[in-house]
């Protein structure tokens, strides 16, 4: 009976085991392959968020010359912080990122300890916190745009599509390779207020 089931599964003994054996390797070396492609991308995992920065002055009365009184608004910024979390033996280099529109040079800054959490403490006597990437034993690092140094290339292929779907793309290099990690949404914070 197990010399059936043996003779069903790899044929007859020697010549189709030999090829069966070849269709064994090329398959194991296929699925390798395509494992080692994919966790390129699995290793790098990205956080996106955007935060209103509002100016802490008060509104000032204004009188034109006309007489007519008016109220100044507050300035408002937009503050970005954008997350990469990959292992540690994992060689990512952070080159730029897109968002819109435009692709900017990037300053990158390591992560000393995570989690990395936000206290919004717009509300007096309830602080609220954030977080916003978990706490890892990986290598955690801050990609800043770097505003003074835009990069003027036209995006092709697949970064073409990825910008197409997604608010931000960060361009890095894995293993001497340009690789893409889109995020479809930044998530927007809270604003805050400063003093």
Do not use: C
Request: glycine letters at 4%.
């Amino acid at each position: 009976m197990v010399r059936i089931l043996f003779n069903k599964l790899l044929g007859t003994f020697p010549t189709e085991f030999h090829l069966y054996s070849m269709k064994q390797k090329f398959f194991i070396a296929s699925i390798i392959t395509l494992l080692s492609f994919y966790s390129s991308y699995s290793q790098v995992k990205a956080y996106a968020y955007s935060q209103t920065v509002l100016s802490g002055a008060r509104p000032k009365k204004i009188v034109d010359e006309k007489g007519n009184q008016t109220e100044s608004r507050p300035s408002s910024s937009m503050n970005y912080l954008f997350y990469l979390e990959y292992k540690n033996s994992t060689p990512v280099t952070p080159t730029a990122i897109w968002f819109k529109d435009r692709a900017y040079s990037v300053k990158v800054q390591q992560v000393k300890t995570t989690p990395v959490e936000m206290v919004n403490s717009n509300i007096p006597g309830n602080p609220q916190r954030k977080t916003l990437v978990p706490a890892t034993k990986d290598k955690v690092v801050l990609v800043q745009p770097d505003y003074s140094k835009k990069i003027s290339f036209k995006p092709v292929g697949e970064l073409k599509k990825l910008l197409a779907t997604s608010e931000l793309v960060f361009v890095y290099t894995y293993k001497g390779k340009r690789r893409f990690m889109p995020i479809k949404t930044i998530t927007i914070l809270e604003p805050v207020a400063t003093q």
